[in-house]
């Protein structure tokens, strides 16, 4: 055999290969996903209005993707963090004047479509990496809380802004359900065939000021009668706590919140997922 022969047959051997590889990269068919995702949540409202990032706090959550393609996806996502912040931690002297705080736990369940900005195929290392975007609608429960004297009290159910006061009767008690738009980016890598890695960062607006509690104007002591005992309420003594650092700022229909702008929160976290698989015959070249 001549070299003009063995080159010849060299090469169709190398494109016969190279051509099984890559038919063989295109009958494996992503079908879906399921992972889990572990970090940090913040909030951003009343008590946080200059955007600080400095508390915070768990987040977790398990999801499940459906693919259509390489480059779009359905996702149904349950999630859970921890929220709070405090006034102690503003540069503004009223907020600090106000002394408020709060925490909560949110659960939230969202629906949000998924769109890569590359081909991502798992198993394809030439298509093994892409950056996405994320849209969607989900809904949460939250049930914002705070301690006084080591006690544990949920503010919803005391009414801190008045809500169920003869006084007040336009103010109604706020659900603890409320809507939230997450919009987000994310990166994702396929780390073995079977097997993702990736990290996100999503943001929620959302439809309630009441996050963290504080939306309207004080009360005043005449909303939060004393107990029968003659001692202050948990109400009154939490709807306005600028007793401990001086004299009480909350007269009725002093400012406390911004009732306009409504509260949101975010997650940054890092995923691990499993890919869902099928295989679909090549096409005959």
Known sequence: MNLKKITTAAAFALLTGLG??????EAIVQEGEFGVTLGAAHYFGDLNTRAGLNR??????????KQFGNYI????GGQFAQVGYSDVYSSNEYQQRRNLSFNSRIWELALQGDFNFYKFVPGDPDH???PYVTLGVGIFNYDPYAYLGGEKYFLRQLGTEGQGSA???ERKAYSSMAVAIPFGVGVKYNLTPGINVGFEVVHRFTNTDYLDDVSTTYAG????PNLPNGDPSPAFLLQDRSYEKGDPIGVAGRQRGQSKQKDQ????QFTLSFNLTSYRCPPVR
């Open 128 to 130: 093994a990496f892409t």
């Open 20 to 25: 099984t590889v890559q038919a063989q990269s």
């Open 167 to 169: 006084l007040y009767p």
């Open 265 to 268: 929160y975010i997650t940054a």
């Open 73 to 76: 996806g359905l996702r149904v």
């Open 221 to 224: 002591a005449d909303a939060f």
């Open 56 to 65: 915070p706090k768990l987040a977790f959550g398990a999801f499940f993707r």
